[in-house]
């Protein structure tokens, strides 16, 4: 614009300038907004689902506790329903979500996923009651992380277990359909509250059916395993408890976990530049962590070892349970004691990882079973032991106390008791199964001569990652394969030089192990503080017909975690004599497992797993959470197999005459 040409613009834009700037005169009238016609909403005040073509009938229900808390409560009747038991869930995972699936007039689809065994449930004609537990999304009152019984940990009146009989006494008075019997049933938090409900229940529960139950979150469920602190839960942490409907998202700077949790250095500080101080049970994590009476008082199978055993139950385990692979098993070994009438307490172990048992059965990562095992237990198993307990006149399922799902020859096994490798005619016999000279594992225990001990140096600047990077988070979205790591190839491991790997020869004959494979190592450190990974592993064929990527596979049949420090007393950290052999033994998870002739057994030990657990600094510290970045330090670790020094893994080896 040239000078002519701005001067025009500016005279024309004169007048406008000058109205704008002339004051408007005192005590002037605003011209009122001009009024418009009224457009009647066209939403409805309430509205009134017309579902007089679905084939269930919803109810809404605020439930009363004893304490005046009212919990929100999703009841589901199949149309027409009269004297049906009901199937009770109680949840922190948000009922109504539960129990509207998909928008659909029929109750299977409105049911299919989480914690709805749906075929059971429908083809049963039962009734399905969901409840948010106190504190969650509908429900009023305030949440606690697994809410402890009243006592020590709780000093207030209320529970789980008060608030299940309250719960279930209002059902069986309010729902006219029902017969008055109760069942209980749930997976994960979902499989803890049926163990709360055993404690003092209603005389109206008549069965409790735990499924992959968080039990010991210290021992080897949750929260840590052997004191190894599982920092990739930090997240659910976060998101559980943030708020009362879980809207709050744990944030990630990184694509890969490895590189999110490297840079942070210790849990604790990820913690602190995520504000995770905020919530509750994180501050009692990092209060909490040895094994001290906080843990041990909430340990469910140490609560239920001292009641009585009024209500049948059902357990149900999952062999590659990636979350809770501790809980069922322990509970099983502290109540079928009890049992003297071999009619109360049952177990079903199957090739599942967590939950898996209400989803599809028939493969697990690469692994194929033949056939949709999950079903198989769902309607052979499930459905019959539910319908005894829960329905007048039924007949007695034909249920075993020891349903086995046995991988390898894949193939359910009906047993006595567990562990057990058959019905009858066999035993099983803890045997040692050498780490030796040469990276060889063997039945002979070492000799003489043979060099003393294998060493790697651990380095916590490169820890071990627990599976292909880039890491996944912990989760169940469409693409994330976080429920299938504990059978994961192991052969990137195995090609590490900070990984201690032991092979044994060719299987010639079947190789059967049917219960928990003891770790027991000889080992030190040239630092004061160290963790212990020990695997057993069944080492495939090279080759092998019809599945060409299982050649050479390494599947992980029994793994876990042990934190040095606590090697002399799970509640009180101590240093470890640096550079002195010493004994470390614990036990792995349980397994039902057939290593196949062809197969080898293999077992890797190595002192980090990354970025599932949180790393070691190999210095002691007074608490790992709050280790900085000097504490951590490279150490040369050695694994001794001498005569007197022997490391060995003790398998539950099943013994036939």
């Not at 979150?217 to 052997?226: I, L, T």
């Amino acid at each position: 614009m040239n000078s002519i040409d701005r001067v025009r613009w500016l005279l024309r834009l004169a007048p406008v300038l000058a109205a704008l700037m002339i004051p408007e005169p005192s005590g002037a009238q605003t011209a009122p907004p001009p009024k418009y016609p009224a457009f009647p909403s066209e939403t409805p005040p309430t509205l009134a689902p017309a579902t007089d073509g679905f084939d269930y009938v919803k109810r809404d229900v605020m439930v009363p506790m004893r304490d005046g808390v009212k919990l929100h409560t999703v009841i589901l009747l199949p149309k027409g329903a009269r004297d049906a038991p009901i199937l009770l869930t109680r949840t922190p995972y948000n009922a109504t979500a539960l129990t509207s699936r998909a928008h659909s007039a029929h109750l299977g689809p409105s049911l299919y996923g989480y914690d709805n065994a749906t075929e059971v449930i429908v083809e049963g004609g039962y009734i399905r009651a969901v409840q948010d537990v106190r504190g969650k999304y509908g429900s009023e009152g305030d949440y606690v992380m697994n809410r402890p019984l009243h006592g020590p940990q709780n000093p207030t009146p209320v529970d789980h277990s008060t608030d299940t009989y309250d719960t279930i006494d209002w059902l069986v008075k309010n729902v006219p359909e029902s017969n008055g019997r109760v069942g209980i049933l749930g997976i994960s938090y979902d499989g803890f509250l049926p163990l709360m409900a055993l404690v003092n229940p209603h005389p109206a529960l008549k069965v409790a059916v735990p499924m992959n139950p968080m039990v010991d979150g210290w021992m080897g469920d949750d929260w840590f395993h052997n004191g190894a602190f599982r920092q990739q839960g930090m997240a659910y942490v976060y998101e559980q408890e943030a708020t009362r409907a879980s809207e709050a998202k744990w944030w990630t700077s990184h694509f890969d976990d490895y590189d999110l949790f490297m840079q942070a250095g210790s849990a604790g500080e990820l913690g602190r530049r995520h504000g995770l101080e905020q919530v509750g049970f994180w501050r009692k994590l990092l209060e909490h962590p040895g094994y001290d009476a906080f843990w041990r008082d909430q340990a469910m199978d140490r609560v239920l070892a001292t009641q009585p055993l009024k209500v049948p139950v059902m357990l149900v385990h999952s062999l590659w349970d990636q979350e809770d692979i501790y809980g069922a098993i322990a509970v099983y070994k502290a109540i079928e004691p009890k049992d003297t009438d071999n009619d109360k307490v049952f177990l079903v172990m199957g090739p599942w990882h967590h939950g898996q048992e209400i989803a599809d059965g028939s493969t697990l990562g690469p692994l194929r079973f033949d056939s949709d095992t999950a079903l198989h237990f769902r309607r052979e198993i499930l459905r019959p032991f539910l319908d005894q307990y829960l329905k007048a006149g039924a007949r007695k399922a034909d249920v075993p106390p020891v349903s086995a799902f046995e991988t390898g020859t894949n193939a359910w096994r009906r047993l006595p008791a567990w562990p057990a490798g058959c019905t009858s005619g066999c035993t099983v016999q803890p045997t040692p199964l050498y780490l030796t000279a040469g990276s060889k594992l063997s039945f002979a225990a070492p000799k003489a001569g043979d060099p003393a001990f294998d060493e790697y140096l651990s380095d916590p600047a490169r820890p071990v990652p627990f599976r292909a990077r880039p890491i996944q988070p912990i989760g169940y979205d469409r693409g994330l394969t976080w429920s299938q790591w504990l059978v994961d190839d192991q052969r990137e491991a195995s090609g590490r030089p900070d990984v201690a790997v032991f092979v044994s020869e060719v299987m010639t004959a079947p190789v059967k192990i049917s219960g928990q494979p003891i770790a027991n190592l000889v080992a030190s450190t040239s630092g004061t503080d160290s963790d212990w990974v020990v695997k057993v592993i069944d080492l495939y064929p090279d080759e092998v017909a019809g599945q060409a990527a299982m050649g050479g596979y390494q599947l992980m049949v029994s793994a876990d975690i042990f934190r040095g420090r606590y090697r002399e007393n799970l509640e009180k950290a101590e240093p470890i004599a640096a550079d002195k052999p010493l004994p470390y033994r614990f036990a792995l998870p349980t397994a039902n497992h057939v290593f196949l002739p062809g197969h080898r057994i293999m077992v890797q030990v190595q002192s980090s797993w990354f970025p599932l657990y949180d790393r070691n600094p190999q210095t002691f510290v007074p608490n790992i959470f709050w280790a900085k970045p000097a504490d951590y330090r490279s150490a040369a670790q050695r694994i001794y197999h001498a005569p007197g020094q022997a490391s060995f893994v003790e398998l539950p080896l099943v013994v036939t005459p």
